[in-house]
């Protein structure tokens, strides 16, 4: 139990379909983070919340569209989305942003496949 | 162009002898490295960390080695178990203000009992 919890964690989707991500943290942590992890490639970042305020959109497409409602949701909108956007989609937090001894937190992950 | 390298995709090593997992680095500008450690179908968890003011850190069984002229750091896993079989993750980050962490592909280690 790593205190992020991811749901779904597996989803099957169509192109056209719209979907959404979502990501709860019970770690008082103040960011959040998305990160894309796609078959034999490193983990990608995708999208940096610190509290609640977008600061890092990592140019990922528009049919990925995150919302941070509070310091402790975080969720990823997907639309429209292609074939190569199958992948895990983990989300992360950590107390603060800055580097340290403050390690990030990763959830479960998500497993997307797009048809 | 990956600033951070784990040549090896993959290890096996017999149960109760030493896994050395190896990471290299291109980016001066790194000041901070972490390992961390994934289990199948469960996120990444946190393992060690180091500082690049250090050449050494050390939790347990798990040390971790930075050669900053080398741009190099390892893992040290001693005595291995066949619990620690995981993918492992290098990771650095420029430190200060800077947040991102860039990783490796990862390494499989398999400890065989």
């Known amino acids: 139990e790593t205190g992020v919890t991811q749901t779904p964690r597996h989803l099957v989707m169509g192109m056209t379909n719209k979907k959404s991500l979502k990501c709860e943290q019970h770690?008082?942590?103040?960011?959040m983070y998305w990160y894309k992890q796609s078959a034999k490639k490193p983990l990608e970042l995708m999208f940096v919340?610190?509290?609640?305020?977008?600061?890092e959109n990592n140019s990922v497409p528009s049919r990925f569209s995150p919302e941070c409602p509070n310091s402790s949701h975080l969720f990823l909108h997907l639309h429209t989305l292609q074939p190569e956007d199958s992948a895990l989609y983990l989300c992360?937090?950590?107390?603060?942003?800055?580097?340290?001894?403050?390690?990030?937190?990763f959830g479960d992950g998500t497993r997307l496949s797009i048809l | 162009d990956q600033q951070v390298k784990q040549n090896s995709p993959s290890l096996s090593v017999q149960e109760g002898r030493i896994s050395i997992l190896n990471c290299d680095y291109t980016?001066?500008?790194?000041?901070?490295f972490l390992w961390y450690k994934k289990y199948p179908a469960e996120g990444p968890t946190f393992l060690i960390s180091?500082?690049?003011?250090?050449d050494k850190n050390e939790d347990g069984r798990f040390t971790v080695f930075l050669n900053k002229s080398a741009k190099h750091l390892s893992l040290h896993i001693v005595p291995s178990q066949p619990g620690d079989s995981a993918v492992y993750f290098c990771?650095?980050?420029?430190?200060?203000?800077?947040?991102?962490?860039?990783f490796g592909k990862g390494t499989l280690l398999t400890v065989n009992p």
């Open positions: 992360a937090s950590s107390q603060d942003l800055i580097v340290g001894n403050q390690p990030q937190h």
């Open positions: 770690l008082g942590h103040n960011a």
């Open positions: 919340y610190s509290l609640e305020e977008r600061v």
């Open positions: 980016n001066s500008m790194f000041d901070y």
């Open positions: 180091i500082s690049s003011i250090k």
């Open positions: 990771a650095a980050s420029e430190g200060g203000s800077n947040y991102k962490l860039t």
